[in-house]
């Protein structure tokens, strides 16, 4: 059983998305679900900091992808580490009918209605990460990867959607989406 999910959000600054995506991190981790996940920091990562290397390597991760370069998928792929779970916002974004809105700063009311909905379903997967009978293999980054490849495919892990905007890597353990709407 894993004592915490870690989120990775993904950090562009270019789209409206990606603060969509860590303004729903943020409101999973300090709101829905504090000191039951942990927010993976990008540079920390590169960079080799031990604590946030240990975080992909022993928790499973989620990835919060919002827009077609998959950002966090691609990462993780590359560092060849698997998500336990990645939530795609356009997904999301669709089903709701909610839009992004054209503030990077600061999210729109449309938009932070979206990074709730998104804050939703990533803690309803998180929930199911963290039962008891989740058993999330535990990966080890392959630290010589080149980070810098332009050739990864869109959808490294044979993705499964399991619901609106949820998907599974194909290798990773299958978790009931129960609750999960």
Do not use: W
Request: hydrophobic share 45%.
């Amino acid at each position: 059983m894993a004592e915490r999910v870690c989120l990775f959000p993904c950090g562009g600054i270019k789209k409206t998305e990606s603060t969509v995506a860590r303004i729903a991190t943020y409101i999973v981790n300090e709101e829905l679900l504090p000191r039951q996940t942990i927010i993976l920091c990008v540079p920390a990562f590169l960079r080799g900091v031990e604590e946030d290397l240990v975080m992909v390597e022993d928790y499973p991760t989620l990835v919060i992808d919002c827009h077609e370069e998959n950002c966090g998928t691609n990462l993780l792929f590359r560092a060849g580490i698997t998500p336990a779970a990645r939530v795609f916002i356009p997904d999301i974004a669709g089903a709701t009918g909610l839009g992004y809105g054209s503030s990077r700063r600061e999210l729109e009311a449309e938009a932070l209605s979206l990074a709730e909905a998104v804050a939703g379903k990533v803690a309803a997967v998180c929930r199911l990460l963290l039962e008891p009978d989740y058993v999330f293999p535990k990966q080890k980054i392959k630290m010589y990867a080149s980070l810098a490849q332009e050739d990864v495919s869109a959808d490294p892990f044979a993705y499964q959607m399991l619901s609106e905007g949820i998907y599974r890597p194909a290798s990773m353990p299958d978790f009931s989406l129960k609750g999960v709407s």
